[in-house]
């Protein structure tokens, strides 16, 4: 079965569904334009309108993306800048986001998370180099990783 292309006013409405479903970035936007086939200036004046209308907005997105990945994922600040790289966000948006994660919320999860390593390794070899390579590999700081290793976490 071939799929036919959405006319614009099709492809609107299921971007403005796609947007409103969650926060996107506009990279997400252009992909999933070019997904239903849409190019050239009908995607551009598509992209343009969503925008407009405030169904997609970038600083929304990173602080959004940023908040949720720290409280829900878990992540440390290494991790959410990359994948914010990723997804082609302004370089001061990415700041914007990272700055805006409470950084004793920061420090107090990091401590959590050590605490719950050590004892999910414990008894193990290496159980302390798993347990920092574990919480780096989650985004956390090295440098702030091994400040607080010993701190009995």
């Known amino acids: 079965m071939i799929k ?5 006013d099709e492809a609107l409405a299921k971007m403005e569904h796609f947007c409103a479903y969650r926060e996107r970035c506009p990279k997400e936007v252009r992909t999933k334009l070019a997904a239903l086939g849409m190019r050239g200036r009908a995607a551009e004046q598509i992209f343009e309108v969503l925008q407009e209308d405030g169904f997609f907005n970038e600083e ?18 290494v991790r959410i ?4 790289r990723m997804r082609s966000i302004a370089p001061h948006l990415i700041e914007q986001a990272l700055a805006s994660i409470d950084e004793a919320a920061y420090l107090d999860l990091l401590q959590q998370l050590i605490k ?7 008894g193990q070899e290496q159980a302390r180099d ?5 919480l780096i590999r989650a985004g956390f700081e090295p440098e702030l990783v091994f400040g607080r290793m010993g701190d009995g976490g």
């Open 81 to 84: 800048r990359i994948e914010l």
């Open 4 to 8: 036919k292309t959405p006319t614009p």
């Open 116 to 122: 719950k390593k050590k004892a999910y390794y414990e």
């Open 130 to 134: 798993k347990t920092i390579a574990a």
């Open 60 to 77: 929304r997105f990173a602080m959004a993306f940023a908040g949720g990945k720290f409280r829900v994922n878990h992540w440390g600040r």
